[in-house]
Structures are given as structure tokens and as C-alpha cells.
Nanobody, 114 residues
């Protein structure tokens, strides 16, 4: 069982930056593939970025060059650095952990104003 808690969301102006954090309850965190998803009102949840236990990363085309996912296994935490934010980045951002099962956090709201 893994419990995930997201933090770092908020309100920013277009062009600004935010850094999201996701803290896991398990000390075997390093074994999990971690990812960030987001969902805007009336839209499907979409994958934003992922990182394997080996450090390989993957990004949605819409965020390439602007977002960076990273992990600190000693702190059981995964991060999402978001730069050059656009209004279309607005949504609830969810942390996901995957191994033999899938685990989700409750989400953190990101709002980008024009």
C-alpha cells in the first residue's frame, strides 16, 4: 500500500513557474515508476510526465521543454518543475505510483491566469 500527497499548486500568471511535490508513504518508493497526470474541467485526464526507477523520463508533447520531472528516492518524493506556464496548463495535477498496482494522490490545483 502506498499513500501519496501532492503539494505546491497555486495561482500564477502566464509565464510564471511552480514546483509540485508528491510525497510517498513507503520506503520502497525507489522501486516505483512515478508520473504526473492532470485533468481540466470537462476534459479527460492526461499524462503530463513520467519517470522510471532508472531515471528515464517521458513527457507529453505539450509540455516538452517547459516541464521537468525528477525524483529524490532518499526523501520518497517526486517533483514536477513547471516553467513558462500557460493558461491551458490549468487543472488538477495528480501524482501516480505504479508497480504491481496503481496508486493515486488526491491532487493539487494549478491555475494559470492570462
Amino acid at each position: 500500500q502506498v499513500q501519496l500527497v501532492e503539494s505546491g499548486g497555486g495561482l500564477v500568471q502566464a509565464g510564471g513557474s511552480l514546483r509540485l511535490s508528491c510525497s510517498a508513504s513507503r520506503s520502497d518508493f525507489s522501486m516505483y515508476t512515478m508520473a504526473w497526470y492532470r485533468q481540466a474541467p470537462g476534459k479527460q485526464r492526461e499524462l503530463v510526465a513520467g519517470i522510471t526507477r532508472g531515471g528515464t523520463t517521458d513527457y507529453a508533447e505539450s509540455v516538452k521543454g517547459r516541464f521537468t520531472i525528477s525524483r529524490d528516492n532518499a526523501k520518497n518524493t517526486v517533483y514536477l518543475q513547471m516553467n513558462s506556464l500557460k493558461p491551458e496548463d490549468t487543472g488538477v495535477y495528480y501524482c501516480n505510483a505504479a508497480l504491481s498496482n496503481l496508486y493515486w494522490g488526491q491532487g493539487t490545483q494549478v491555475t494559470v491566469s492570462s
